[in-house]
C-alpha cells in the first residue's frame, strides 16, 4: 500500500474517523503486502507438514511401558507451533516496523493523530487474521495427524478430556505471540532489534536460566510462554514444574497486554 493510498483513505475519515475506519485502514495495508501471506503459509506448512511427518512416525510397537504411558497424540500434531510461533510473532513485528523503516508512519499518524487508536487497530486486525488462521490450522494439524497416526497407537478424540481446550490453546497461543511482536514492534521500532527480542522471549531466556540449576530453572521456567504452550497442548501428561492450562493462558494473555502498553506508551511519547 503507498503512501498516497493511505492519504487517500485519510482525508476521506478525516474529522469523523473512528476504530472501525483505522480498522479497514490497517486490515488494507496488511492484506496488501506478501509478507502476511507467506508467514501464515510458513505458519500453514509448519503445522501440517510437521504433524504429518512426526505423527507417520510414531512406532507404537517399539515403545517402552513409559512411554506408551505418557504418549499424547494431541500434543504430538503440534509440533510444528515451534515454527509457527516465531512467523506469527514476526508478522507482529512487522505490521509495525515496515511503516517505520518505510516512512508510511507519518501519513499513518496524519490521519489518525490518536496513536493509541492506531496501535489498538494494528493490534485488532493482526489478533482476528491469527487467531482465525491459527485455529483452522490447529483443528487441521489435529485431524490430519490422528489420520496418519498407525494403529494399535491410541487415537484422540474432540471429547476426551483436555484435547478440545489443547486443540482451542494451540490456535489462540500463535495470535498471543502476534500481539507480543505488536508490542515490541511498537516498542523498539527497527524490525532487526524487535525481531531479535521475540527470539529472546521464546529461545533465548529459557535457555539462559539451564546454566542456573535445576530449582531455578523449575521456578522462574513455569512463566516462560513455550513451557506454558508446552503444558496448554498436553491432554495426557501434565509438564512438571508448570502452571495449569487455564493460569497459564491468563499468563499469555497479561504479557500480551503488558507488550502492547508499552509499545502504546513509545508510540505516543516519541516522534515517528
Request: hydrophobic content about 55%; aromatic content about 6%.
Amino acid at each position: 500500500m503507498t503512501a498516497a493510498t493511505l492519504t487517500r483513505a485519510a482525508s476521506q475519515a478525516e474529522g469523523h474517523y473512528g476504530f472501525r475506519t483505522v480498522a479497514r485502514m490497517e486490515w488494507l495495508k496488511l492484506r496488501s503486502v506478501r509478507s502476511t501471506w507467506w508467514t501464515l503459509i510458513v505458519l500453514a506448512a509448519g503445522m501440517i507438514g510437521l504433524a504429518i511427518l512426526v505423527m507417520a512416525h510414531q512406532h507404537w510397537a517399539t515403545m517402552s511401558a513409559a512411554d506408551r504411558a505418557s504418549f499424547d497424540p494431541t500434543s504430538n500434531s503440534y509440533a510444528g507451533l515451534v515454527i509457527g510461533q516465531l512467523a506469527i510473532g514476526v508478522l507482529g513485528v512487522l505490521t509495525v516496523t515496515s511503516e517505520f523503516s518505510s516512512g508510511m508512519i507519518r501519513a499513518t499518524l496524519a490521519a489518525v493523530p490518536r496513536r493509541p487508536l492506531v496501535l489498538a487497530a494494528k493490534a485488532a486486525v493482526v489478533a482476528a487474521v491469527t487467531l482465525v488462521a491459527g485455529e483452522i490450522l490447529a483443528f487441521a494439524a489435529f485431524v490430519i495427524g490422528e489420520a496418519v497416526l498407525k494403529s494399535p497407537a491410541p487415537h484422540a478424540t474432540l471429547g476426551q478430556p483436555g484435547v478440545l481446550r489443547a486443540v482451542l490453546m494451540a490456535g489462540a497461543y500463535p495470535a498471543l505471540i502476534g500481539l507480543i511482536g505488536v508490542g515490541l514492534g511498537a516498542l523498539i521500532r527497527h524490525t532487526a532489534g524487535a525481531i531479535s527480542a521475540v527470539v529472546g522471549v521464546l529461545f533465548v531466556l529459557p535457555l539462559i536460566l539451564v546454566p542456573l540449576g535445576t530449582s531455578i530453572q523449575n521456578a522462574a521456567g513455569q512463566f516462560m510462554p513455550m513451557l506454558i504452550a508446552e503444558n496448554s497442548l498436553t491432554a495426557v501428561k501434565p509438564v512438571p514444574h508448570s502452571l495449569s492450562p487455564g493460569l497459564g493462558f491468563a499468563l499469555l494473555c497479561l504479557y500480551a497486554v503488558a507488550a502492547l502498553a508499552a509499545g502504546g506508551w513509545a508510540l505516543a511519547r516519541r516522534d515517528a
